[in-house]
T-cell receptor, first 109, second 114 residues
Framework: GQNIDQPTEMTATEGAIVQINCTYQ??????LFWYQQHAGEAPTFLSY??LDGLEEKGRFSSFLSRSKGYSYLLLKELQMKDSASYLC??????????WGAGTKLIIKP | IAGITQAPTSQILAAGRRMTLRCTQD?????MYWYRQDLGLGLRLIHY???????GKGEVPDGYSVSRANTDDFPLTLASAVPSQTSVYFC?????????????FGPGTRLTVL
């Protein structure tokens, strides 16, 4: 079966750095996506990785290791508005997105 | 403002009733999708359409049907609603069915079936 694993919930302090991990087992791999979802709202696109390595985009970075079936999302200089759920999704061999259950990130002042 | 709209925003429905959730996009995207999101679970694909006139089944298609008569609209129909279909439904679209296409989501419909 196909599986995406991420921690259910994480807590971090405003101004700090947090790393949200995602491991996956899927039938094929055609890229990994990270989305942000604020409570009661739609998911919004954050990042895309298809090759190994780190992709940096402002305060957010995403890393991929295809051999390990592993990715992480790194958030720097945390702000209160970063309190949200972060969804990891993998595009499988059929080009369909398989989604993790999401990691709820709580930011404390 | 370009994007995806969904209607209704929320709905309470009696079991056994028929319901159509509407989705419209104005980005001229070829591909469209319907997901359901339940607490503790990832988004699950119900149905998708790679282009107007074609549809396909996702992970959880039973009890749902879709049509894609044109590029912009992708309605989802529950023929006879059951309580297990209580969920938040998201419609999404993407520019092409390929590696790098990003899916853009509508605001969602919160459906409660009693």
């Amino acid at each position: 079966g196909q599986n995406i694993d991420q921690p259910t919930e994480m807590t971090a302090t405003e101004g700090a750095i947090v790393q949200i991990n995602c491991t996956y087992q899927t039938s094929g791999f055609n890229g990994l996506f990270w989305y942000q979802q604020h409570a009661g709202e739609a998911p919004t696109f954050l990042s895309y990785n298809v090759l190994d390595g780190l992709e940096e985009k402002g305060r957010f970075s995403s890393f991929l290791s295809r051999s390990k079936g592993y990715s992480y999302l790194l958030l720097k200089e945390l702000q209160m508005k970063d309190s949200a759920s972060y969804l990891c999704a993998v595009k499988d061999s059929n080009y369909q997105l398989i989604w993790g259950a999401g990691t709820k990130l709580i930011i404390k002042p | 403002i370009a994007g995806i709209t969904q209607a209704p925003t929320s709905q309470i429905l009696a079991a056994g009733r028929r319901m159509t959730l509407r989705c419209t996009q104005d980005m001229r995207h070829n591909a469209m999708y319907w997901y359901r999101q339940d607490l503790g679970l990832g988004l699950r694909l119900i149905h998708y359409s790679n282009t107007a006139g074609t549809t396909g089944k996702g992970e959880v298609p039973d009890g749902y049907s879709v049509s894609r008569a044109n590029t912009d609209d992708f309605p989802l129909t529950l023929a006879s609603a059951v309580p297990s279909q209580t969920s938040v439904y998201f419609c999404a679209s993407s520019d092409e069915q390929g590696n790098t296409d990003t899916q853009y989501f509508g605001p969602g419909t919160r459906l409660t079936v009693l």
